[in-house]
Nanobody, 121 residues
Framework: QAQLRESGGGLVQTGGSLRLSCTASGRAFTRATVAWFRQAPGKERVFVAVVDVSGNTRHAESVKGRFTISRENASMVYLQMTNLKPEDTAVYYC????????????????WGQGTQVTVSS
């Protein structure tokens, strides 16, 4: 399994922007579908965005038009977040090895430790 690590989280005001990065050991993303999930306190982990090996992307309805997932090379995936809202506050996780068409947490085999994003009102 790939070793994943997220970075870029932090505290931002409503309307602000952040870019999250997910790095993988070696070239672990070369043939892997990679996704971002998030988990707010007391809530389930939910899908945010996913990118497949060809660069095709899908985004959750709640973040469409505000968040963009992209992959730069064999070991880096980003999540650009703009117009952030307090309801975006959560721990954001990067995951690899899952299903592009059915991006549920159970479908992904490798996970990072998460990075906290806090949006103040």
């Amino acid at each position: 399994q790939a070793q994943l690590r997220e970075s870029g989280g932090g505290l931002v005001q409503t309307g602000g922007s952040l870019r999250l990065s997910c790095t993988a050991s070696g070239r672990a993303f070369t043939r892997a579908t990679v996704a971002w999930f998030r988990q707010a306190p007391g809530k389930e982990r939910v899908f945010v965005a996913v990118v497949d090996v060809s660069g095709n992307t899908r985004h959750a309805e709640s973040v469409k038009g505000r968040f963009t997932i992209s992959r730069e090379n064999a070991s880096m995936v980003y999540l650009q977040m703009t117009n952030l809202k307090p309801e975006d506050t959560a721990v954001y996780y990067c995951a690899a090895g899952g299903n592009f068409k059915v991006p549920t947490p159970r479908a992904f085999s490798s996970w990072g430790q998460g990075t906290q994003v806090t949006v103040s009102s």
